[in-house]
Nanobody
Framework: QVQLVESGGGLVQAGGSLRLSCVVS????????MGWFRQAAGKEREFVGS?????GRIDSVKDRFTISRDNAKNTVYLQMNSLKPEDTAVYYC?????????????????WGQGTQVTVSS
């Protein structure tokens, strides 16, 4: 059974940075394409970025958020810079066996519990 555990969320002022981590257990992270999503209160879940099994990366929040993977640590990261109040949300890590997943959350088979990110103005 694959388990995903996120960490690194918290309260930060606008303009600050956070790095979220997602540790994968049960299988090696390179066996999956990994994604980050976020969900703000009262809104639908939103795609943030992905790192597919071949190493291809999609960063939907251009120039501010970067997703990366460390196979040795079985961990995926989301580096978030220049944070804005509208980035406030619960951030989720997800995994899929699909080689080239797109923005659709339904393609992801496994989800973490989420970590809260709050950006104050």
């Amino acid at each position: 059974q694959v388990q995903l555990v996120e960490s690194g969320g918290g309260l930060v002022q606008a303009g600050g940075s956070l790095r979220l981590s997602c540790v994968v257990s049960g299988r090696t992270v390179s066996s999956y394409s990994m994604g980050w999503f976020r969900q703000a209160a009262g809104k639908e879940r939103e795609f943030v970025g992905s790192f597919n099994r071949d190493g291809g990366r999609i960063d939907s929040v251009k120039d501010r958020f970067t997703i990366s993977r460390d196979n040795a640590k079985n961990t995926v990261y989301l580096q978030m810079n220049s944070l804005k109040p509208e980035d406030t949300a619960v951030y989720y890590c997800a995994a899929t066996v699909a080689r080239y997943p797109d923005y659709d959350a339904s393609q992801y088979n496994y989800w973490g519990q989420g970590t809260q990110v709050t950006v104050s103005s």
